[in-house]
């Protein structure tokens, strides 16, 4: 069993999907900033296309979305991405290759299937695509035959479906509903199309949840042939995410029941013959994520863990964020300012922050631990985070070499509390994040 030592997990921290966090987020970022840092890259581009809809809203949901319930506020704001696309890819040298491109919300198929083929179209027309691997984010509950067409004609391979628990009682408990006959249809229709990387989320720590109940999604989830998983702790923060406040705080598990959940689930998935790839995520042999984390190519971004190595990341729609070597920088979050701003022919940049040499650095430590569980340290940093990382490697679960940091089997779920010990930003900081595990 993995050693439980509460203490060490008591400090909320940040998930480390970029570095700096988006908690060092602030104002002082211009759209010429940007429009520099797009002048400048070169190579291999990601994109990350955000759609803020849904059909109907989750009460766990922590992400940027609201109903797709007025087709006209629907329309005004692809109008808006489409514009936000062309003043972004005339700015974009030619030279530079699109070679990801993925599709996230919200759902993006609370959209119209011949709306989501006219955006794709777009960013055709004004980016260069060079046969790119095509991701797509859904919602089962509406997932129909007319999105199989769209995602086979577009040439989608990877796809992820929000499952979050199989148990009915559960899905009342945080507002999302879906029959299991709604997931075996998507599978299927999925599969049929093209989709070849089939990712589940899944959640722990949710309100009334026992093991019992996690051990049958996590069956189910194996049966049903998932490629990837990833297995999220429920976040329970509704002084940020007022929409969970529908959800009932008494019926949580405790921290003690979510370290046994996420050990619970890691063990499981092992046992099933899939590749532990990173501390939360998990992939059949075969998958691209597997072979990436096997091979020492893993890296973390805004979307979790990925394969994705392009040292740019363009995020377009209302609270995209598009990650530079030295740039990070988030568009502006409420859909009806943003629309505003690009009607205005103004870049919708909200916030963002400069990432200094030291920044960079620190970054590279902390994605290496996350994602291999080692990282080379130099001295100086050593010597000023070792208060901090010594009772984790007075407990075993941290081995400091010659120069080097090593997280064994035993200190895995102590991952990103281990990690935020290199984040100077964490000292004294107001933020409030999410539990350890």
Same mark, same amino acid.
């Given at each position: 069993?993995?050693p439980?030592?509460?203490?060490?997990?008591?400090?909320p921290?940040p998930?480390? #999907?970029?570095?700096?966090t988006?908690?060092?987020?602030?104002d002082?970022?211009?759209?010429?900033?940007?429009?520099?840092?797009l002048e400048q890259?070169?190579?291999?581009i990601?994109?990350?296309v955000? =759609?803020?809809?849904?059909?109907s809203?989750?009460w766990?949901c922590?992400?940027n979305?609201?109903?797709?319930?007025?087709?006209?506020? &629907?329309a005004s704001?692809?109008?808006?991405?489409?514009?936000?696309?062309?003043?972004?890819?005339?700015?974009?040298?030619r030279?530079?290759s699109?070679?990801?491109?993925?599709?996230?919300?919200g759902?993006?198929?609370?959209?119209?299937?011949?709306?989501?083929?006219?955006l794709?179209?777009t960013?055709t027309?004004?980016?260069?695509? #060079?046969?790119?691997?095509?991701?797509?984010?859904?919602?089962?509950? #509406?997932?129909n035959?007319?999105w199989? *067409?769209?995602?086979?004609?577009?040439? *989608?391979?990877?796809?992820?479906?929000?499952v979050q628990t199989?148990?009915?009682?559960?899905?009342a408990? =945080?507002?999302?509903?879906?029959?299991?006959?709604?997931?075996?249809?998507?599978?299927?229709?999925?599969?049929?199309?093209?989709i070849?990387?089939?990712?589940?989320?899944?959640?722990?720590g949710l309100?009334?949840?026992?093991?019992?109940d996690?051990?049958?999604t996590?069956? #189910?989830?194996v049966?049903?042939?998932?490629d990837?998983?990833a297995?999220?702790?429920y976040?329970?923060?509704p002084?940020?995410?007022?929409?969970?406040?529908?959800?009932?705080?008494?019926?949580?598990p405790?921290?003690?029941?979510?370290f046994?959940? *996420?050990?619970?689930?890691?063990?499981?998935?092992?046992?099933?013959?899939?590749?532990?790839?990173g501390?939360?995520?998990? !992939?059949?042999?075969?998958?691209?994520?597997?072979?990436?984390?096997?091979?020492?190519?893993?890296?973390?971004?805004?979307?979790?863990f990925?394969?994705?190595?392009?040292?740019?990341t363009?995020g377009?729609? !209302?609270?995209?964020?598009?990650s530079?070597p030295q &740039?990070?920088?988030?568009?502006?979050?409420n859909s009806?300012?943003?629309?505003?701003?690009?009607?205005?022919?103004?870049?919708?940049?909200?916030?963002?922050?400069?990432?200094?040499?030291?920044?960079?650095?620190?970054?590279? =430590?902390?994605?290496?631990?996350?994602?291999h569980g080692q990282?080379?340290?130099?001295?100086a940093i050593?010597?000023?985070?070792?208060?901090g990382? !010594?009772p984790?490697?007075e407990k075993?679960?941290?081995?400091a070499?010659?120069g080097?940091?090593?997280?064994?089997?035993?200190g895995?779920a102590?991952?990103r !509390?281990i990690?935020?010990?290199?984040?100077p930003?964490?000292a004294?900081?107001?933020?409030?994040?999410?539990?350890?595990?």
């Open positions: 069993m993995w439980y030592f509460p203490e060490l997990l008591a400090k921290v998930r480390y #999907t970029s570095f700096p988006a908690a060092e987020f602030a002082g970022v211009c759209p010429s900033d940007v429009f520099a840092a890259a070169r190579g291999e990601s994109l990350y955000h =759609i803020p809809f849904c059909e809203i989750c766990y922590g992400c979305t609201g109903a797709a319930n007025r087709r006209q506020r &629907l704001y692809l109008d808006s991405l489409y514009h936000e696309i062309v003043m972004i890819g005339s700015r974009l040298p030279s530079a699109i070679r990801h491109v993925a599709f996230g919300g759902s993006p198929n609370a959209i119209a299937p011949t709306d989501f083929v006219r794709m179209d960013l027309l004004h980016f260069r695509l #060079t046969d790119p691997v095509i991701s797509i984010e859904l919602d089962p509950r #509406t997932l035959e007319s199989g *067409a769209v995602m086979g004609g577009i040439g *989608a391979t990877r796809a992820s479906l929000g199989f148990a009915p009682h559960l899905q408990a =945080i507002g999302r509903e879906q029959p299991m006959k709604d997931i075996a249809r998507s599978v299927a229709l999925l599969r049929k199309v093209g070849a990387s089939l990712n589940f989320d899944l959640m722990y309100p009334g949840q026992i093991m019992d996690l051990v049958h996590i069956e #189910t989830t049966a049903m042939g998932a990837r998983v297995l999220f702790g976040a329970h923060v002084h940020l995410i007022p929409r969970q406040r529908r959800i009932d705080a008494s019926a949580l405790g921290q003690y029941e979510r046994r959940m *996420a050990e619970r689930g890691y063990r499981m998935f092992v046992d099933q013959g899939y590749q532990p790839v501390f939360d995520h998990f !992939a059949l042999p075969g998958d691209a994520l597997a072979q990436a984390s096997l091979s020492g190519r893993l890296h973390r971004n805004f979307q979790g990925t394969d994705d190595d392009a040292p740019v363009i377009l729609g !209302a609270s995209a964020i598009s530079f &740039l990070i920088v988030q568009n502006e979050k009806g300012r943003y629309r505003m701003m690009l009607s205005q022919d103004q870049l919708p940049v909200s916030k963002g922050v400069f990432r200094l040499a030291g920044d960079r650095l620190r970054g590279r =430590i902390i994605e290496r631990l996350l994602c990282a080379r340290v130099d001295r050593l010597t000023e985070v070792y208060p990382i !010594a984790f490697i075993g679960l941290l081995v070499e010659e080097k940091l090593v997280i064994p089997p035993a895995l102590y991952a !509390a990690a935020s010990q290199f984040d930003y964490r004294g900081s107001p933020s409030r994040f999410s539990s350890a595990v």
